[in-house]
């Protein structure tokens, strides 16, 4: 860790998402003043009139575009706050990125390209998209996940080594600069096998249905997804869930010096406090 870590201000874009509040937590575990960006805080991606006020004064800022980064506007929405951060003095900058998603490469080239000191950190799935947000709604209601994913196999990573990861690169000083740091759990699952683990873990006979990606999006109208929504979500699937992210990645170990938090653990870890409990 830098030794003026102490003295860092981190804007922490997505403050109260999925990566976005586990690296705050960790950042201000690792004595960094963090300025949570949110739309509570009066920080909006949509309104670049909110973003001076958030990044004035600070010293770093941890990027994640809402939505998805390989979204149609995220290298425009990337590239207009780097360079602002850059001209407000805010010059170390990390983005959160998706392995394997060529759709996230623009974004990550406007960050390259608007003179700050950067770093990107490709994430495989998150764990804990299984136990936070519409996968886990539906396992808790119905007893069983619908997805498009087959027998793909997938290195599920625990978001709070994403978090940590980001800390590290954030504080490391020059040592990450200029680098994209692929991040993924110890082993490879398919979703059958990782909703068995969580069937396991709770007690309840969980199941998981694999569907066509272009039957899934009846599912997503279903829910009153908007058609525009939709289709970028489907083309996301057909992109990353056709076997491309079947491998391990060590950014991990080689940022934190240790392996990364296996699956089973993140799930157990969530069973406790009732995850996936009917009703909570």
């Known amino acids: 860790m830098a030794e003026n870590a102490k003295d860092m201000t981190v804007v922490v874009t997505g403050a109260s998402g999925r ?3 586990r690296v705050a937590r ?26 001076a006020d958030t990044l004035s004064g600070a010293d770093a800022a941890y990027l994640v575009y809402p939505f998805d980064v390989g979204a149609p506007d995220a290298a425009r929405g990337v590239g207009l706050l780097a360079h602002d951060a850059v001209r407000l003095g805010v010059r170390r900058l990390v983005l959160l990125s998706a392995r394997g998603e060529e759709a996230a490469r623009p974004a990550e080239e406007a960050l390259r390209e608007s003179g700050a000191d950067w770093t990107v950190v490709r994430a495989a799935w998150f764990a804990q998209n299984f136990s936070e947000g519409p996968l886990a709604e539906e396992l808790r209601a119905t007893g069983g996940l619908v997805f498009p994913a087959g027998e793909v196999r997938e290195p599920f990573v625990d978001a709070g080594d994403v ?21 993924s759990g110890p082993r490879l699952l398919t979703f059958a096998e990782a909703v068995a683990e969580i069937a396991e873990a709770t007690g309840r006979a969980l199941r998981y249905t694999s569907v066509p990606v272009r039957e899934y999006g009846a599912r997503l109208a279903e829910a009153g997804t908007p058609p525009e929504e939709s289709e970028f979500l489907l083309d996301l699937f057909e992109q990353l869930l056709d076997g491309r992210n079947a491998y391990l990645s060590d950014g991990v170990r080689q940022v934190l010096g240790r392996p990364p938090r296996d699956f089973a653990d993140v799930v157990r870890e969530a069973a406790a406090v009732g995850a996936w409990t009917p009703g909570s």
């Not at 978090?163 to 991040?183: F, N, W």
């Open 26 to 51: 960790a950042a201000e575990a690792a004595g960094l003043a963090v300025r949570a960006a949110s739309r509570a805080s009066g920080f909006d991606w949509d309104d670049r009139a909110t973003w």
């Open 163 to 183: 978090a940590e990861v980001v800390v590290a690169a954030l504080t490391g000083g020059d040592r990450y600069v200029g680098q994209a740091l692929a991040v």
């Open 19 to 21: 990566t976005g509040r």
